[in-house]
């Protein structure tokens, strides 16, 4: 077997805040027309994992977001499944050798702790992040510490009409 290969796709404010400090995701409506390739990326994808943080504020959302595509919910703390979700708790590897087990080839991370987390543990093998021309001020951190020191590789960079420039990193090896 194979382990998955692990991707980010997330926007982050230009001060490096994935949420407001209540979750929201506000900030993001004005994107919501212009296409920045989540399509694509999505369509590459063939299982979520997810942060306790991120699945509770995606329950809110007017439609699930992640259509039938597994969805891992990593959490310290079970749940009751709304829509075939999962939830799995262990280390970032544990999590990684179960999704093997269980088939997964490529796998979107969501979440801030949760990216951050596989990010230490030198699980992350792609990140798309796109930066949106805001200054929050305050919220939830894309990256949050302590982490390793870790080096990444441009793979592309594409700026929009609307002041959004999204980075495409590879892990540099």
Same mark, same amino acid.
């Given at each position: 077997?194979?382990?998955?290969?692990?991707?980010?796709?997330?926007?982050?404010?230009?001060?490096?805040?994935?949420?407001?400090? @209540?979750?929201?995701?506000?900030?993001?409506?004005?994107? @919501?027309?212009?296409?920045?390739?989540?399509?694509?990326?999505?369509?590459?994808?063939?299982?979520?994992?997810?942060?306790r943080g991120t699945y509770e504020v995606v329950l809110g959302f007017p439609e699930w977001p992640y259509g039938k595509k597994p =969805?891992?919910?990593?959490?310290?703390?079970?749940?009751?499944?709304?829509?075939?979700?999962?939830?799995?708790?262990?280390?970032?590897? *544990?999590?990684?050798?179960?999704?093997?087990?269980?088939?997964?080839?490529?796998?979107?991370?969501?979440?801030?702790?949760? =990216?951050?987390?596989?990010?230490?543990?030198?699980? =992350?093998?792609?990140?798309?992040?796109?930066?949106?021309?805001? =200054?929050?001020?305050?919220?939830?951190? !894309?990256?949050?510490?302590?982490?390793? *020191?870790?080096?990444?590789?441009?793979?592309?960079?594409?700026?929009?009409?609307?002041? !959004?420039?999204?980075?495409?990193?590879?892990?540099?090896?």
């Amino acid at each position: 077997m194979t382990r998955p290969t692990f991707s980010v796709f997330i926007a982050a404010s230009l001060d490096g805040f994935i949420a407001r400090p @209540d979750d929201k995701l506000d900030w993001l409506d004005r994107f @919501d027309g212009e296409e920045h390739g989540y399509e694509a990326f999505s369509s590459a994808i063939d299982t979520h994992l997810v942060g306790r943080g991120t699945y509770e504020v995606v329950l809110g959302f007017p439609e699930w977001p992640y259509g039938k595509k597994p =969805v891992v919910v990593w959490s310290h703390r079970g749940g009751t499944p709304r829509h075939g979700e999962i939830f799995a708790s262990g280390s970032p590897a *544990e999590v990684a050798a179960r999704l093997e087990r269980g088939g997964a080839r490529r796998v979107y991370i969501d979440g801030g702790a949760t =990216v951050s987390a596989f990010l230490a543990a030198d699980l =992350v093998d792609d990140l798309t992040v796109s930066i949106i021309p805001v =200054v929050l001020g305050d919220g939830i951190r !894309l990256f949050r510490p302590p982490l390793p *020191e870790r080096w990444l590789t441009l793979e592309g960079s594409q700026a929009y009409p609307s002041g !959004l420039v999204q980075l495409r990193y590879r892990r540099a090896r």
